[in-house]
């Protein structure tokens, strides 16, 4: 296990909290029982507490596909649309798995103090049921939460919303800005806002909007997927994606990828 507490001096803003890096989600909850007052714990979805079961479809498989089409003269704005195009097109696809072994209790533990607990996403509305459905398969339900009910639609461009227990940022907007639309949408004053995502630069959005208003801050950037992130195999992905929607494990086009490499080694006098 990894925990460290990060330089508050990096951070000239945040004069009411502190951010921190752990690998394990649980950790969650020595921050919540040293807060006073009223807590609300908002967290990431992707790589924070679900994560793809294969290369493609993960969120480094994501990114990778903008560097693709940044590399191809497509400037970036445009190839953050096309990816997401394409990103909402196959989710439904897309198995996940926990991240951590513990989250799925920690969650449950929190939802059952009652501690308002909600999600934070740079998904769009447009996928909120395939992303409770995703949530569903690993045993995760954000209405169980202690957090307001119904859906609302921001005022924002592009807009963003808030469909029961989940914040729906896009990933064109800044997390922050839709967090505060929520907390005024819903008249919501929290003593302290302890934040969990695994991009730092996410951490440090939320703790400006926490310092603008005056609220303690814990700010948590979860590092559980930094190896697997490193590890991408854009060559097992590509497969993965040359035989969609058939699924296929990381296993299994790890075979068909060796088999192709003996086959070309056999051709080209290599072996």
Known sequence: MKMAALS?????????????ETDRFEDVLSYIEASSGQVLVVSDLDNT???????????????????????????????QVLENAIW????????????????????????????????LTGRTPAECDVTRQQLKTIG??????????????????????????ILFATPFQKKSAVLAAFLDEFGLKPECIIFIDDKMSHVRDVARL??????????????????????FNPALA????????????????????KSHEESLAYTFGLK
Not at 8 to 20: A, D, K, N, S
Not at 66 to 73: A, C, I, N, P, T
Request: proline share 6%; aromatic share 6%.
């Open 238 to 257: 590509a497969i993965q994606w040359s035989l969609f929607p058939q699924p296929l494990s990381d296993a299994e086009a790890e075979k068909i990828l």
């Open 49 to 79: 507490l679900m994560r793809a079961k294969s290369q493609f479809g993960s969120v480094e498989w994501s990114d990778h596909l903008v560097r693709q089409l940044e590399e191809k003269g497509i400037d970036s704005a445009r190839a």
């Open 88 to 119: 909402q097109a196959i989710q439904p696809h897309i198995e996940v798995q926990e991240v951590g072994e513990h989250t799925r209790e920690t969650i449950t533990e929190i939802q059952k103090r009652r501690i308002p607990f909600m999600g």
């Open 140 to 165: 995760i339900d954000f209405e169980c939460s202690n957090v307001p009910k119904g859906s609302v639609t921001f005022p924002l461009k592009p807009s963003a919303a808030y469909e029961r227990g």
């Open 210 to 231: 926490a310092e603008v208003r005056g609220i303690r801050y814990v700010g948590i950037r979860l590092s559980a997927q930094d190896e697997a992130v490193s590890q």
């Open 8 to 20: 508050v001096l990096m951070f000239p803003l945040l004069l009411r909290g502190e951010m921190v």
